[in-house]
T-cell receptor
Framework: DTAVSQTPKYLVTQMGNDKSIKCEQNLGHDTMYWYKQDSKKFLKIMFSYNNKELIINETVPNRFSPKSPDKAHLNLHINSLELGDSAVYFC??????????????FGPGTRLTVL | QQQVKQSPQSLIVQKGGISIINCAYENTAFDYFPWYQQFPGKGPALLIAIRPDVSEKKEGRFTISFNKSAKQFSLHIMDSQPGDSATYFCAARGSARQLTFGSGTQLTVLP
């Protein structure tokens, strides 16, 4: 019944490794997002996908690559992990780009720790 | 460059008191201003939102006041309860419909 789910919830890995975080939404939304929340709780958008197409790609290192196999899924793959990648990553979804309010629903987050 | 500035960083209020969190923005193209509430270990959840053509919106104990000319908006929590203790984020929606978040306010309501 979870609207936006992410796996795994915790991810501990060594520097230089490659890892993936998966996100699924069962709300029938067209738009999905990835956010990064740093240790000071600052939330910043990384990517936005609408109908499986990339809409926003903020200044994120190209080691981060989102993949959207279908409208319900948006995965985040990270290559050559660095210490500074340690953060909580949130997936979110919304009904679409149009509309008055466009509420974004967030997943529970994935806490990534790079050692 | 932080486009949405939020204050205070932390706030301690007695039970029953009023909590006030302020935000200011720079981009006049922002067209939607939500507030999100985040509990520890959880994702942010929409609390209340306002459009710039409205000066105030109230939902239960939560009120947004919006001052378009000053480019400022604030969240007021009336009769604050210990269960309101959380981190609150203001946000603003810009072009391409992305949300720019403020830096967050850690609210603690003492019993």
């Amino acid at each position: 019944d979870t609207a936006v789910s992410q796996t795994p919830k915790y991810l501990v890995t060594q520097m230089g490794n490659d890892k993936s975080i998966k996100c699924e939404q069962n709300l029938g939304h067209d738009t999905m997002y990835w956010y990064k929340q740093d240790s000071k709780k600052f939330l910043k958008i990384m990517f936005s996908y609408n109908n499986k197409e990339l809409i926003i790609n903020e200044t994120v290192p190209n080691r981060f690559s989102p993949k959207s196999p279908d409208k319900a899924h948006l995965n985040l793959h990270i290559n050559s992990l660095e210490l500074g990648d340690s953060a909580v990553y949130f997936c979110a979804s919304s009904r679409g780009l149009s509309g008055s309010y466009n509420e974004q629903f967030f997943g529970p987050g994935t806490r990534l720790t790079v050692l | 460059q932080q486009q949405v500035k939020q204050s205070p960083q932390s706030l301690i209020v007695q039970k029953g008191g009023i909590s006030i969190i302020n935000c200011a923005y720079e981009n006049t193209a922002f067209d939607y201003f939500p507030w999100y509430q985040q509990f520890p270990g959880k994702g942010p959840a929409l609390l209340i939102a306002i459009r710039p053509d409205v000066s105030e919106k109230k939902e239960g104990r939560f009120t947004i006041s919006f001052n378009k000319s000053a480019k400022q908006f604030s969240l007021h929590i009336m009769d604050s309860q210990p269960g309101d203790s959380a981190t609150y984020f203001c946000a603003a929606r810009g072009s391409a419909r992305q949300l720019t978040f403020g830096s967050g306010t850690q609210l603690t309501v003492l019993p």
